[in-house]
């Protein structure tokens, strides 16, 4: 077929849009039946695509649709009420108005079929209304009826249906209120998310029924639609122009012209902003992705004799279009699962004492620069033992090995190709996509999925996710002179090894080199080996390792040099390169060469570091772990003088540097290094609790320093060694010292202080103090 | 095309350029432009035939070596190769060739088929020849040589 009409066009998208919001409409009504408000806006929906249909001859549809709003005008109007039977067959219209759609949008024309029976059944239930209405007061499913809700409801419906008798009839040559597009769904769920979490926000739709009626009001006028193609072409645009940023600004770093080097700056605000604006238009909640979550639920507890709620917390979360479409498969499996092979059937819950219905929360929240996905359910959990059994019997993994395994590695199993672990295959899981699709479409998007098993309690998946994918932030390395960056996602911490520290902490195990990191030993890969590249380095220079983490997994990168970090475009590489899996993409440097991103799981893969065993050493302090309690924090470990252990939040240091002592110098009473085009003061923490400071002893090469921002400054805080990296709950006893420890806690099972570093810093240089305040 | 359309003289445009000596042509609406050499980012691992990647006003381009795609054997005389871009369903895609040429008009009936005398990898990517006076006019098939090989 040739070029669609626009109206039909026009008609499609707004239609797909409506018919989306029923599927959750419909299931709300279902829990809450009185909500007359909601009947009225189902009904204007299905009215609104008949009258459409009859203006563009779609007479197949309109003769469906009429049927559906036959029962749902009895419906509205209180005749009949609500309850499975009906919702059900009103889900099936919903489905059958949108595979009509789907062939329309196809085949320019509806179809053959007829929906003969399910016309039938919309219309025999009708038939039962008179008699029966009656008598089925209230759907028998609906859990506990909305309290805070509803005396809202009660005047909404009053005012609603003082409406809809003007409402419908406007319709037709309105088909949609604006005020009903996507924008407004997260507001037609607030109930359900309401009765889970005491939202503090009031619903707009709820405090303003009037409004939020009355068609086209507001919203309409303020926003517009824009095709997705133009977001992506803008998008690029603005990549290009940031890139054009960076080139201008490495220019302006070597001009001595103020007025070119102002204007420079300026653009730079002006791109940063422009930037994050864009990537805002692009940005969409969550909940886009969600609403069609409680329909999936639906079907399947139905169809297994299940009971499930299901609970959302944070919906509004945004995340951009395109990574929401590339985890809407996963999460739906995801959900799937929980249902299916998690909550527990009514009985068995009661045998077990916990509530027949089984709840599914699915929780967004930022962290870090990410967004965290929850998925938990309070269903069976994992039976480790039967994964572990079943992965033996399966051959994916030896007796021996299976003994050997931790909780954790034996969660990880569930992700493994070929493992399934319902006790009974069904119709909904076990349709080929596994578990192991779900991790690697998830892993493709640069994200990660943890998962925390509480067994017959109930389990929690955790997925990590970055907010955007077309500008990220990378770590710049060279090897054999070329560059090449390496997502910051995937990095842990640098190293830089030299001369007596690199003899002792390399190993080799079989020939091959691992180092030693507090610890732990980790592979170590050489970049040029990988990429077959000269390797222009001696065996006696310093050696820069980049840790890096690959499905759970730590390895050491061996690189030239450490450059920078920058933030990148990522650019697709063409069809000749595609197979090639240590390359994710190119991008465009500051001085307008092209360099390569780096595909961390796919070098982890040639490396062959991934190995299939377990990891030779895994502490317990480990922040790959999933906890379900969300106060967790990730705390730099690192030793002060000779006896004191302390930490200090991540986010508080701007980076860990080794500096080596000769090339510190003298300002005033202070030592200070040439650090990045600034003066760095080096700081000695360990003389504000009366200790030593490493800085003074003198045979020493190096210092490691914890770099902090304070004010509008940087610091270098000298430490005598930098521990370790942990995630953990914070639990502080003792009680705050002069303001500069914070309180005490346990990290790996030894005493720890946590530090202030900012009053530290003040405390151990007045200027600082006066940066603050100023 | 139906040859009776081709009864007027149907002239087609061709930008030209030279390769190990030969004559090869690219009908010009595929040709998006050419540019003297470039700074070129190699790709390790990548497939010999392509040469690195460019930047071509802040987009990535591929640069193929044509010498290599054709089996010719490496220039030897250390002269910076040209780019022909060309435009192909992913964007654009340079062509690294040895010197530029002018662009030709050739009567359309007067392309024909390869000769026997050429074999390999060259004909399955050579459209047609032209007779010129100084010596034949090698038609590339654009879109078989950006098929990808390996």
């Given at each position: 077929m040739g070029e669609m009409d626009d109206v039909v066009k026009e008609f499609l998208v707004e239609s797909y849009e409506n018919l989306d919001r029923l599927d959750s409409e419909l299931l709300e009504l279902e829990s809450h039946p009185q909500t007359r408000?909601?009947?009225?806006?189902?009904?204007?929906?299905?009215?609104?695509?008949?009258?459409?249909?009859?203006?563009?001859?779609?007479?197949?549809?309109?003769?469906?649709?009429?049927?559906?709003?036959?029962?749902?005008?009895?419906?509205?109007?209180?005749?009949?009420?609500?309850?499975?039977?009906?919702?059900?067959?009103?889900?099936?219209?919903v489905d059958a108005v949108r595979q009509m759609l789907t062939t329309i949008e196809t085949n320019g024309a509806e179809g053959d079929e007829e929906f003969e029976a399910l016309k039938a059944q919309l219309k025999s239930l009708q038939g039962g209304a008179s008699g029966a209405a009656g008598a089925k007061p209230a759907a028998p499913t609906a859990p506990t009826a909305p309290t805070a809700n509803a005396p809202a409801n009660a005047s909404a419906s009053e005012t609603t249906s003082a409406q809809t008798s003007a409402a419908p009839a406007a319709a037709p040559s309105e088909p949609v209120p604006q005020a009903a597009t996507p924008a407004a769904q997260p507001v037609a769920r607030e109930a359900t998310s309401a009765s889970a979490a005491?939202?503090?926000?009031?619903?707009?739709?709820?405090?303003?029924?009037?409004?939020?009626?009355?068609?086209?009001?507001?919203?309409?006028?303020?926003?517009?639609?824009?095709?997705?193609?133009?977001?992506?072409?803008?998008?690029?645009?603005?990549?290009?122009?940031?890139?054009?940023?960076?080139?201008?600004?490495?220019?302006?770093?070597?001009?001595?012209?103020?007025?070119?080097v102002a204007t420079t700056q300026r653009l730079n605000l002006i791109t940063t902003e422009l930037q994050e604006s864009v990537m805002k238009t692009r940005m969409q909640p969550i909940m886009t992705v969600w609403s069609k979550l409680p329909r999936v639920v639906r079907d399947v507890s139905t169809a297994l004799g299940k009971r499930i709620r299901v609970e959302m917390q944070g919906e509004e979360t945004e995340l951009d279009k395109t990574i929401l479409e590339a985890i809407k498969d996963p999460l739906t499996h995801i959900v799937r699962n929980?249902?299916?092979?998690?909550?527990?059937?009514?009985?068995?819950?009661?045998?077990?004492?916990?509530?027949?219905?089984?709840?599914l929360t699915l929780r967004a929240f930022h962290e870090g620069g990410q967004v965290i996905l929850e998925i938990e359910d309070d269903g069976g959990g994992i039976d480790i033992e039967r994964v572990k059994r079943k992965a033996v019997s399966n051959g994916l993994i030896t007796q021996e090995h299976a003994a050997r395994m931790s909780e954790r590695e034996a969660c990880g199993l569930i992700f493994a190709a070929g493992l399934s672990t319902a006790q009974q295959v069904t119709n909904i899981s076990g349709r080929g996509v596994g578990m192991d699709v779900v991790k690697s479409n998830i892993e493709k998007i640069g994200g990660q999925i943890d998962i925390a098993n509480r067994y017959l309690h109930g389990l929690t998946l955790r997925i990590k996710i970055p907010l955007t994918l077309a500008i990220i932030p990378a770590l710049v390395v060279t090897a054999g002179g070329e560059r090449f960056a390496i997502p910051q996602v995937s990095l842990l911490e640098l190293v830089r090894l030299e001369g007596e520290a690199r003899a002792r902490a390399i190993d080799s195990i079989e020939g091959a080199p691992v180092y030693r990191?507090?610890?732990?030993?980790?592979?170590?890969?050489?970049?040029?080996?990988?990429?077959?590249?000269?390797?222009?380095?001696?065996?006696?220079?310093?050696?820069?390792v980049v840790i890096?983490?690959?499905?759970?997994?730590r390895f050491g990168l061996v690189v030239e040099r450490i450059c920078d970090t920058e933030e990148i475009v990522v650019k697709p590489l063409a069809k000749w390169l595609k197979s090639i899996p240590v390359f994710a993409g190119a991008t465009i440097m500051g001085d307008g060469r092209v360099a390569l991103i780096l595909d961390v799981l796919g070098l982890a893969q040639r490396a062959h570091v991934l190995g299939d065993g377990p990891e030779?050493?895994?502490?317990?302090?480990?922040?790959?772990?999933?906890?379900?309690?969300?106060?967790?924090?990730?705390?730099?470990?690192?030793?002060?003088?000779?006896?004191?252990?302390?930490?200090?939040?991540?986010?508080?240091?701007?980076?860990?540097?080794?500096?080596?002592?000769?090339?510190?110098?003298?300002?005033?009473?202070?030592?200070?290094?040439?650090?990045?085009?600034?003066?760095?003061?080096?700081?000695?923490?360990?003389?504000?609790?009366?200790?030593?400071?490493?800085?003074?002893?003198?045979d020493r090469q190096s210092v490691q320093a914890v770099v902090a921002r304070v004010g509008g400054r940087r610091y270098a805080l000298v430490v005598e060694r930098i521990l370790d990296i942990v995630e953990q709950d914070l639990r502080l006893e003792g009680e705050p010292r002069q303001g500069l420890i914070q309180g005490t806690s346990v990290i790996q099972s030894k005493v720890t202080d946590l530090v202030n570093l900012a009053a530290v810093t003040c405390h151990l240089d007045p200027s600082a103090a006066r940066e603050v305040l100023a | 095309m139906s040859a009776t359309q081709a009864t007027a003289a149907k002239v087609e445009q061709f930008c030209t350029f030279y390769l190990d000596k030969s004559l090869f042509g690219v009908e010009v609406g595929r040709v998006q432009e050419v540019i003297r050499s470039q700074e070129m980012t190699a790709v390790p691992l990548a497939p010999s035939v392509v040469r690195g990647l460019i930047n071509l006003r802040g987009q990535i381009v591929t640069a193929l070596d044509l010498r290599r795609r054709l089996g010719r054997p490496d220039a030897t005389d250390g002269r910076a190769p040209m780019n022909v871009v060309v435009r192909c369903d992913e964007g654009a895609v340079s062509l690294l060739v040895d010197e530029i040429g002018d662009v030709l008009e050739v009567d359309a009936a007067s392309l024909e088929a390869p000769p026997d005398t050429l074999v390999g990898r060259s004909r399955e990517l050579i459209r047609g020849v032209v007779q010129r006076e100084k010596g034949l006019l090698l038609v590339l098939d654009i879109t078989k040589t950006l098929e990808t090989t390996e």
């Open positions: 408000e909601m009947l009225s806006s189902i009904f204007r929906t299905i009215h609104s695509i008949k009258g459409a249909c009859g203006f563009l001859g779609f007479s197949r549809l309109e003769s469906l649709t009429h049927a559906g709003e036959n029962l749902l005008s009895l419906l509205r109007d209180g005749k009949l009420g609500v309850d499975g039977q009906i919702t059900t067959a009103l889900l099936e219209l005491p939202s503090a926000a009031p619903s707009p739709e709820r405090a303003k029924p009037a409004a939020a009626a009355a068609p086209g009001a507001g919203v309409a006028e303020n926003s517009i639609r824009v095709d997705v193609g133009q977001l992506d072409k803008l998008m690029n645009l603005v990549g290009e122009l940031v890139l054009a940023r960076n080139q201008v600004l490495q220019l302006a770093s070597h001009s001595s012209d103020n007025a070119f929980s249902c299916d092979h998690g909550i527990e059937t009514p009985g068995v819950r009661t045998e077990r004492g916990k509530p027949a219905e089984g709840t990191l507090r610890g732990r030993l980790l592979p170590l890969v050489r970049l040029e080996n990988e990429l077959g590249l000269p390797t222009k380095s001696k065996d006696d220079d310093a050696l820069n890096l983490q690959a499905e759970g997994r030779r050493h895994s502490d317990s302090g480990d922040g790959a772990g999933v906890r379900a309690n969300s106060t967790s924090r990730r705390l730099l470990l690192f030793q002060v003088g000779e006896d004191l252990r302390m930490a200090a939040p991540l986010e508080d240091a701007a980076r860990l540097e080794e500096f080596r002592l000769q090339d510190l110098e003298v300002s005033g009473d202070q030592r200070v290094v040439q650090y990045r085009d600034e003066i760095l003061p080096l700081l000695p923490l360990a003389r504000a609790f009366g200790r030593a400071s490493s800085l003074d002893e003198p | -």
